[in-house]
């Protein structure tokens, strides 16, 4: 399961909001004359992107003219003459740059969910210059001097917040620098830039050969016969008639291995996913994450840091990385533990069936399986039959939303979208009034990114008068021939989980884009989607999506009780590998000398044994060279996060759950303290007025049952 927020960004990532605002009359005309639908404001209802006039021609003019005119209006906000006001260089600041950020808005979303070679070359040629732009803006001196010059203590609410916003964004990117160094930083940001882009599609290259044919049904038994078929579709698609192709997901461990029995099949489909970005080909990263690691040590040198996560988490909550790492070693101890109390199972189950062999990972999810199903009787097969997509989405997510919130969904064919695989529905507040329009982006494809994310299309804002327009991406098998999407209970909760982000960006309740909905640091920002994971067991809500695609019989409530029963099963190595891809992380952006890089393989083998999680039988869920969230996603010294999230969520969920569990009454005081304050407010205080208590780690070992 995979359960990534991607940020809204090509490949350099913005600091600022996508916002909108009406350009004079003399602008307007050229963009009329243009004809170009990313320079117009979309007549669709909230602005939703009009992808039917769309054109992969359509971004380079756009991205052009949208760089000029943002130019112009940023040296008129740091010319003007007139006194610095927040109305005159905040609030202009906050409004500009309209064509460029809608143009690159859907640019971003396309290029990670339905990339084409014209897309990806336009992205390696765009990705310094708008790293270049960036730093025009946030290595302003005129520009920041403004901000510095306004009076912090006349302002309130959100026009303080997003005041103090700038300015800090202003003093992390280098804006106080020298000359010189601006000029040392900029030429550091557009290397990063351009390796970044360079990565992802150095990436999408490895997954696409790392895909594996099969001659032979026999080297997949144990696969269902619509997997099977779906092999052998995607395989002639391919050019390989007759033949079965199996294709990797972006995490280390493959979702099919827990059904292979051919121990061959399962050991290659496992090496290939492992050594995908590694072969010395035109998919190898490895030369280019190493770059990037010493570019942003530099980087973070020039800032007077003494390591890029030093820098980086300035504006997290944790705030320093001995603070995310304490985190980290509290429940990778206990979490190591029950890793290796739950390998002598595994291979003792090996061991009674004569097996031979000793625990590899290759043979983790297949036999753990057999464990499940040994200590709690349950088997993956016996509840997957019940989980239809559609019937999760529409009966599942949204009723678990009706319940706690209110919000009505309806489904929108007559909205164009970018794949016939995408579908689009309208949301309605429990008032009746419609409040948002939503994508869903279902099925994995070689021109995707792996994973599953959230996107805004268009953010909210009061003050521009601008209501969301959201996307959901995830990766699941599609079905062949017709036949009934049946998803894994891990991809029912990746449902909940990214609907969770989506409740974020459908709450928000700001005046400004960059304070609204999701725009809150890194490590705070997986937790209303954690928290929403858990409406996947509620009682009510299980038993409302939880139907037999056949016979429409409701999930009895013995297997109801055995997915509870086996609720932390198996967490001792989802926490192990989760919490080795979050050090690797940190270890890359934790050091301080250039000289202490080594070759990324030997820097990952040398990191996670230092720190204890070096567990063979257990690799890192991201392997160096593929670690996209932290080399081309945005994450890098970030990775924690999903632990720091982790743990609030468990917080949150034990004080829900002492008051009456998932109800209408808990979620609006969700809605009202977590989902609807945005960046608006401090977090901490937020977090502490809800669930009374600062965060504490207890109850992430209690819940995930590594107590």
Request: hydrophobic share 35%.
């Amino acid at each position: 399961m995979e359960i990534c927020k991607k940020i809204i960004a090509s490949s350099a990532l913005f600091l600022f909001a996508v916002t909108v605002q009406s350009q004079s009359i003399s602008v307007e005309k050229m963009k009329n004359n243009m004809e170009n639908p990313l320079l117009q404001r979309s007549a669709l209802q909230y602005q939703a992107p009009p992808f039917d006039k769309i054109k992969d021609e359509h971004f380079k003019p756009a991205f052009e003219f949208g760089l000029k005119v943002h130019d112009q209006e940023i040296d008129s906000i740091a010319n003007n003459l007139e006194k610095p006001t927040f109305e005159n260089t905040v609030l202009a600041l906050e409004t500009s740059g309209v064509d460029l950020y809608r143009a690159v808005g859907i640019f971003s979303n396309l290029t990670g969910s339905n990339t084409n070679p014209t897309l990806q070359a336009i992205d390696e040629e765009y990705a310094a210059i708008f790293s270049a732009h960036n730093d025009k803006i946030y290595l302003n001196s005129k520009l920041y001097n403004r901000i510095k010059a306004i009076d912090l203590d006349a302002l309130q609410g959100e026009d303080k917040k997003l005041t103090e916003y700038y300015l800090q964004q202003f003093e992390l990117a280098g804006a106080s620098l020298s000359a010189s160094n601006k000029e040392k930083m900029k030429k550091i940001n557009s290397e990063l830039a351009t390796l970044g882009t360079t990565f992802g599609n150095k990436l999408l290259i490895a997954r696409k050969k790392g895909a594996l044919l099969f001659d032979k049904e026999s080297d997949l038994e144990g696969l269902s016969t619509d997997e099977l078929t779906a092999a052998k579709i995607r395989a002639s698609e391919a050019g390989h008639p007759g033949k079965f192709l199996i294709g990797l997901l972006n995490t280390t461990q493959q979702p099919l291995l827990s059904s292979l029995k051919n121990r061959a099949t399962r050991e290659r489909i496992f090496k290939s996913s492992w050594t995908r970005a590694e072969k010395n080909d035109d998919g190898d990263t490895r030369d280019i994450l190493l770059k990037m690691a010493k570019l942003r040590l530099q980087k973070a040198k020039l800032m007077g840091k003494k390591s890029f996560a030093e820098w980086r988490l300035q504006d997290q909550m944790a705030k320093t990385p001995a603070n995310a790492m304490n985190l980290l070693a509290q429940i990778a101890k206990p979490a190591v533990a029950k890793a290796k109390i739950e390998a002598k199972e595994i291979q003792e189950i090996i061991s009674s069936q004569n097996g031979g062999f000793k625990l590899e990972p290759w043979d983790w999810s297949f036999y753990s399986e057999q464990v499940r199903k040994a200590k709690y009787d349950l088997d993956e097969s016996q509840i997957k039959p019940y989980f239809e997509l559609t019937t999760v989405l529409e009966k599942g997510v949204f009723f678990a939303a009706k319940q706690m919130f209110g919000i009505t969904f309806k489904e929108r064919k007559d909205l164009p979208v970018y794949n016939p695989d995408v579908v689009a529905y309208e949301v309605y507040d429990n008032d009746g009034k419609s409040m948002a329009i939503y994508y869903l982006d279902f099925y994995t494809r070689d021109n995707k990114n792996g994973g599953a994310w959230m996107n805004n299309f268009v953010n909210q804002s009061h003050y521009l008068n601008q209501k969301p327009v959201i996307v959901n991406v995830y990766n699941f098998s599609k079905p062949a021939n017709g036949k009934p999407s049946l998803i894994s209970f891990d991809d029912v909760t990746t449902l909940f989980h990214e609907f969770g982000h989506t409740l974020h960006g459908l709450f928000a309740d700001q005046q400004y884009v960059t304070l609204s909905g999701t725009s809150v640091p890194r490590d705070y920002v997986e937790f209303p989607s954690q928290i929403n994971e858990h409406a996947a067991l509620d009682p009510t809500v299980l038993k409302n999506y939880a139907i037999h695609f056949q016979t429409k019989e409701p999930i009895p409530q013995e297997l109801i009780d055995k997915i509870k029963r086996a609720d932390t099963f198996n967490k001792g190595y989802d926490v192990t590998e989760l919490l080795a891809a979050a050090t690797l992380d940190m270890a890359w952006h934790s050091v301080e000398k250039e000289s202490d890089f080594k070759p990324a393989l030997v820097f990952e083998k040398e990191a996670l044994s230092k720190y204890g999680l070096l567990v063979n039988e257990v690799p890192t869920r991201y392997h160096s060279p593929y670690f996209a969230h932290i080399w081309g996603g945005g994450y890098s010294s970030g990775y924690y996060a999903y632990t720091c999230s982790k743990t609030l969520d468990y917080n949150a969920y034990d004080w829900m759950q002492a008051n009456g569990g998932m109800t209408r009454e808990n979620g609006e005081r969700l809605r009202k303290f977590i989902l609807s304050v945005g960046n608006s407010v401090d977090l901490n205080t937020a977090f502490k007025d809800f669930v009374g208590h600062e965060m504490e780690v207890a109850p992430y070992l209690k819940n995930a049952g590594l107590e």
